[in-house]
């Protein structure tokens, strides 16, 4: 859980799309982890001094159709480190696509978009 004495250090977006099946928690993971894969937090640790990247706290907003459909606790599994929260609105895009039985149920994709904001203590190098 996020404290009020920790600030924003970097928000990223990301993007996922689960093009058989319609799952829309297969997408948001895919939005986590491209919003993840767009950063490299090193600052964090040369600047900022800190030791663990648990603790940050990692603030996730997640855009979908039918958010009702999506499991929350698979969502966060996307995030690598720290402590998380997970707002999900409706949002994204559903598309007719094709129907492949062997890859899911159904013709529809779904695309997630997904907002990571990072929050961490105010860290100064040296102090612990």
Request: charged share 25%.
């Amino acid at each position: 859980m996020r404290t009020v004495a920790q600030k924003r250090f970097i928000v990223e977006i990301g993007t996922g799309a689960d093009l058989h099946g319609g799952d829309v928690t297969k997408a948001a993971q895919k939005a986590i982890k491209d919003a993840v894969s767009h950063s490299c937090l090193c600052g964090l640790f040369d600047i900022m001094g800190m030791e663990n990247p648990n603790e940050m706290h990692v603030e996730v907003k997640v855009a979908c159709p039918h958010p009702e459909k999506l499991v929350q606790e698979e969502v966060l599994k996307a995030v690598p480190f720290g402590t998380t929260s997970l707002e999900v609105v409706e949002g994204g895009l559903a598309v007719r696509g094709l129907e492949l039985p062997e890859l899911g149920e159904g013709d529809t994709i779904v695309v997630a978009l997904a907002a990571l904001t990072v929050y961490v203590n105010e860290h100064r190098k040296g102090q612990k």
